[in-house]
C-alpha cells in the first residue's frame, strides 16, 4: 500500500534575516486538496496534515534519512517492557504560540482530548488504543502506560499525538477550532479561507531556530490549485512558488526540477477484497497480468521509472527483492475464464480515481479493455471524501499515488486493523504481524518485515504499478530546499 503517508518534506528559508524582510516575503506553496477546516480533533488527509504541521508538533519525527525518530518536542525516553511504560522527558524552553510554555500537562490534556467524545477525534483514537494511562511526573517529565506494549504503539504516540496547548483547547472555545489552529510549530496562523488558502507567518519564539541554527523564514501562502496544470500557469506567472509534482506526471515536464529521495514513490491499484469478484485471487493476479506496465513506463516516462513488485520500498534495508510480474494477456485470459469470466460474461469494476492519476488509470482501464474487463472511472477531487470512501470500504479499486511503505503496518494490514481499508483477512499475515508489533530489536524486526511482505506478495491485496527515487518539484525563482526533508517548511529558503 502507498504509504500513509503520512507520511513525504520541502525547506524554505529568506536570504535576508531582517524583521521586514520576512514580514514583506511570502513563499505561495500550491497543494492539490481543499483543507476545510483546521480543528486538530478531526482533520484527515496528507495534505491537511503536512500543512497543519507547520503549527502543531509531536514528540518525535521519523528521520527521512535514517528511518530511526528524531527527538522533537521530547529530548529524550525511556522504554521499560517489564512496567509496560515509557518515560518521556520533555524540550526545556518551547512555548506555544499563545505564549504558554509546554508542560506534561499539555501532553496528558492532549492525549485525554483525542479519546473524549466531546472532542470528536475518533479518527485518530485506534493509534493509542493500548494506552492505559499518561502519569504527569513533572512540569517536563511523563511517563506513558500501556496496557498492551507494542512498537506500533510506541511509534504511533510519539510521532502522531501532535500536542496542543490544554490553555487554548476548551470546549467553550470549539467552534474556533475550524479556522484558529494553536501548537508550539515554527508557523502560526495568520489567516485561513476555508477550502481556498492559509496564510502562516513566522513564530519568532520558535524552539527551533537555535537548535537548528536556522533564521526565521518569510511568511507561507498555501493554496488550493485543482493540479499540475494550473500549478504550471501559475508557475509560468511567477504567482506560484513550490508545488509538488505526482511522480507520473513530473517525468514527461521540463520544468519539473528532480532530486534524490530517501523514499520511493510511486502508483498502485489498491483493490477492495469485501467485492465477490475481488476475493478471488484470479481475478486479482489476472488484473496485475493485464496491465502493461512496460509499455507505459516508456511511452509516458520515457523509460524512467521501475516497475514495481508491490506497493513497498525497495530503498528499506529489509526490502525482499524479486522479479515484478510481467504483461501476460493469454495468462490473465485464461485466469479470468476460470473464475467464471468471458466475453459474454464480462468483468465490470469502477476504479476511484484522483486528477493526478487520471492518465495513468485511463491507460490501465484501455488495457484491461483487451481482455474484456470494463472498468468505469470515477475522480474524487475531496481529501477528506476520499478518505471516507477508502475508510467506508465503498469502492472496487482505488488508484493510489504518492510515497510507498517501509514496512507493513499492523493498523493497516491485520484483518482487525483500523486502516485495513481492503477488507483484507488472513491469519497467516495476522500471526507475522502480532509478533512484528511486539519486537523491539532492529534486527529481529528487519527479518518479520521481510516475512510479511513476502506473504503480501502472494495474497496480492493491490495491483502494483509503477515507482521512482527521485521527488519532483515546481519551483519558481530563488526558491531551493533539501530534497531529503523537503517538507520540513522551516527550512524553505526564497531569495530576494
Partial sequence: MIKNSLVWFLLVILG?????????????????????SLDPFTLSG????????????????????????RPWLAEKWKIDKKTKSITVLLRNGVDFHNSQPLTSEDVLFTWKAYNDPKFKGAIWQPMWKDIESIEVIDSLNFRIV??????????????????????????????KWTTQLVGSGPFQIEQFRQGQSLLAKPFLRWWGWKAFDLTPGPKILVKSISDAKMAKQLLLKKQLDIFKIPSDEALSDQLAQP????????FSIAINMRNKYLSDSRVRKALLLLWNREALNEKVYQGKMALSVDGFSNISPSYPTAAPVEHDLKKAMGLLKSAGFDSDK???????????????????????????????????????????????????????????????????????GFYNNSGLKDKKLDKMLEVLDLEFDPKERAKLITKAILRIREIQPEV?????????????????????????????????
Avoid at 146 to 175: C, D, E, H, W
Avoid at 469 to 486: E, H, I, N, W
Fill in 464 to 496: 502494483p504499478g509503477l515507482s521512482t527515487t527521485k521527488a519532483y518539484y515546481y519551483l519558481g525563482p530563488g526558491v531551493t530546499f533539501d530534497s531529503q526533508r523537503p517538507l520540513e517548511a522551516w527550512y524553505w529558503q526564497k531569495s530576494l
Fill in 46 to 69: 496528507i495534505d491537511s496534515y503536512t500543512v497543519t504541521g507547520f503549527a502543531v508538533e509531536p514528540l518525535a519525527r521519523v528521520d527521512a534519512i535514517n528511518g530511526g525518530l
Fill in 146 to 175: 500501556f496496557g498492551k506494549l507494542s512498537y506500533q504503539g510506541f511509534l504511533n504516540v510519539m510521532t502522531a499525538l501532535r500536542i496542543l496547548p490544554q490553555s487554548s483547547y476548551k470546549l467553550q472555545s470549539q467552534k
Fill in 346 to 416: 464480462p468483468l465490470k469494476l469502477k476504479i476511484l480515481t484522483s486528477a493526478e492519476s487520471r492518465r495513468w488509470v485511463e491507460l490501465y482501464q484501455s488495457d484491461a479493455a483487451k481482455v474484456g474487463v470494463e472498468i468505469s472511472i470515477e475522480s474524487v477531487i475531496d481529501e477528506g471524501t476520499w478518505w471516507k470512501v477508502m475508510h467506508d470500504g465503498k469502492y472496487e479499486l482505488a488508484a493510489s499515488n504518492g510515497s510507498m511503505a517501509d514496512l507493513p503496518s499492523k493498523s493497516v494490514w491485520h484483518s482487525e
Fill in 259 to 266: 532530486f534524490d529521495s530517501t523514499f520511493s514513490r510511486g
Fill in 16 to 36: 535576508a534575516g531582517s524583521a521586514r524582510g520576512f514580514c514583506d516575503t511570502k513563499i505561495v506553496y500550491g497543494i492539490t486538496s481543499r483543507i476545510l
